[in-house]
């Protein structure tokens, strides 16, 4: 396994400029998440309106993969449905879990990789988990365990 | 006068672990994560096999030859432990599970001994394990924790106000040896001292020493002391809490079970002496006959010379990645315990960790059981490089090698 297929050049450029990181004053939902076993944090900022995503922007400290999957997700999610919002997130565990790769979106794609190291996992799934947990307004911070 | 130990062949002693012989991912293993478990030697291995093989049998209750055996093999692990830490008798030795066994038991038995009010000290440098059961037996007795800070990222204990801190209602003082994420070693003597001149006990968490540098109860003036097999050349599953014996005798048991009792009726029990009082049910007789060969295999190479060996590869580690551009290094720039713990500016520990491991090399990423720690700090993680007596300076070399290869790669 060359390291390179688990660090894409999409992860490796996401981490050093992560995109819509910021705190989103206008948020009405608001979803933290952490991993106890290795510390990473993130905070997922979603303004709901209606059944649409009208803007999403996180915060977090952790590893290059759970910060770029949490970038790279703000920009898959910002203006789609719950219901959308849903399938991209089953197609982005797919992906992390199986490795399949889905030629329509290569920047999701490039987190296919992390399948071949399964301790990196719940790092990709950590800001996915969060986004969701804000969706559906639930109260308890996602958590990897 | 003993003569001067002759210099251990750390050559030969790394063949005695078979281990480390093999490749990771196509590359000679390089194995840098000894303060989280060490490696077995060979004489580790073939004890716990001995055992299986001719000896196993239930302990002390039985009248038949087996029994006899194990019994005696268990109870030989017991003086031996005792002799490691000299302690003065073999009963101030309770055999648990391990360092954090250790801890709970003493917290557990000292819950009805402190009321609302009173405080236990710690420091701010304490692994998860020398900090929660304290917290639990906070939330019992409604008693408060007290914290020893730390300097900085020279990870010192700030001594200024330890009186101020130990004076009052502190029942205890708890606080580790050798820290696991910084690499201090801490002044245990006189941190011992000073708290017997306020009447207040002391336990010292060993788990990072016991196996890395002479321990003795006796000169440390400690009450009680908690180490781990697994961390030393021993097997998993096995450790040590050494207590004064006036202290052990005078605490309620901690579980409750065969062994531990003196007489059972329907109603009530009367408690075994020390220390079977604290051993509830079947040892874990295999990991203590295991834990003794470890501790023979230990002192045939000497602990100062391993204390050494480990020291000099974590200084030159220390020294070397200095050279790294924007490391920031934790711990101690002089006198340190066998690791290094560092962040990086671009790369998350878990990526430099996983990209180390590619190149065959382990180390660990993460908070290393000191959330409070690093959260003072200002650090969400580090990686460490932890040391033990097999490894070689050409594995501080590779160290050093793919810790610029990551910083460089992650920087992009």
């Not at chain 1, 390291?3 to 004053?25: D, G």
């Not at chain 2, 250790?102 to 394990?129: C, F, K, Q, W």
């Not at chain 2, 994420?181 to 020493?209: F, Y």
């Amino acid at each position: 396994m060359d390291l390179t297929e688990l660090y894409q050049s999409v992860i490796l450029e996401h981490n050093k400029r992560p995109r819509n990181y910021a705190v989103l004053p206008t948020a009405n939902r608001v979803a933290g998440g952490n991993n106890p076993v290795c510390g990473d944090e993130v905070t997922v900022y979603l303004r709901l309106e209606g059944d649409r995503i009208a803007d999403i922007s996180f915060q977090g400290a952790g590893c290059a993969i759970s910060q770029a999957a949490t970038s790279v997700m703000t920009l898959r999610l910002k203006g789609r449905t719950v219901a959308e919002a849903e399938a991209i997130f089953a197609r982005f565990h797919d992906i992390v879990t199986q490795g399949k790769a889905d030629e329509e979106d290569l920047d999701l794609s490039a987190f296919a990789g992390v399948h071949q190291f399964p301790a990196r996992i719940k790092c990709a799934m950590l800001g996915w988990h969060a986004a969701l947990h804000a969706l559906h307004n639930d109260a308890a911070p996602a958590t990897t365990e | 006068m003993k003569p001067p130990a002759p210099t251990p062949d750390w050559a030969a002693l790394r063949a005695d672990f078979p281990i480390l012989h093999q490749t990771v991912h196509g590359r000679p293993l390089v194995y840098l994560d000894n303060g989280a478990t060490t490696q077995k030697p060979r004489a580790v291995i073939a004890a716990l096999t001995r055992y299986y093989e001719q000896d196993n049998a239930n302990v002390h209750r039985a009248i038949h030859e087996l029994s006899h055996r194990a019994t005696t093999a268990y109870e030989a692990a017991r003086a031996r432990a005792a002799a490691f830490i000299h302690a003065p008798a073999p009963e101030e030795i309770i055999f648990t599970r391990g360092t954090t066994e250790g801890i709970n038991l003493l917290a557990y038995a000292l819950t009805p001994r402190l009321r609302r009010g009173d405080a236990i000290l710690v420091t701010e440098m304490e692994h998860h394990s020398n900090l929660v059961p304290w917290q639990l037996l906070a939330a019992r007795t409604g008693a408060q924790l007290r914290f020893v800070p730390v300097t900085g990222d020279d990870g010192r204990l700030d001594l200024r106000k330890l009186d101020e801190l130990l004076s009052g209602p502190v029942r205890l003082f708890a606080f580790t040896h050798v820290s696991n994420t910084l690499g201090t070693i801490n002044p245990a003597v006189e941190l011992c001292a000073r708290a017997r001149q306020h009447g207040i006990l002391t336990l010292v968490d060993a788990a990072q020493s016991a196996g890395h540098m002479p321990v003795d109860v006796q000169a440390l003036g400690c009450d009680f002391l908690a180490f781990s097999g697994h961390k030393m050349a021993g097997p998993t599953g096995i450790g040590v809490l050494y207590g004064r014996r006036d202290l052990l005798e005078a605490l309620d048991p901690f579980q409750g079970g065969g062994e531990m009792i003196a007489s059972v009726q329907f109603e009530q029990s009367t408690w075994n002496k020390v220390p079977h009082k604290f051993e509830a049910g079947t040892p874990d007789i295999a990991g203590a006959i295991g834990l003794h060969a470890a501790m023979d295999y230990l002192d045939a190479i000497g602990r100062p010379a391993i204390a050494a060996h480990d020291a000099a590869l974590a200084q030159d580690a220390y020294q070397r990645l200095r050279a790294v551009p924007g490391i920031r290094l934790l711990g101690p720039a002089g006198e340190r315990g066998g690791l290094v713990s560092f962040a990086l500016p671009n790369a998350h520990a878990h990526d430099v960790v996983t990209f180390a491991d590619q190149e065959g090399v382990a180390l660990r990423g993460g908070h290393h059981c000191t959330q409070p720690l690093l959260r003072k700090l200002g650090v969400p993680a580090t990686t460490r490089a932890s040391f033990y007596l097999y490894n070689t300076p050409a594995e501080v070399d590779r160290l050093v090698e793919v810790i610029l290869l990551a910083a460089k790669f992650f920087a992009g």
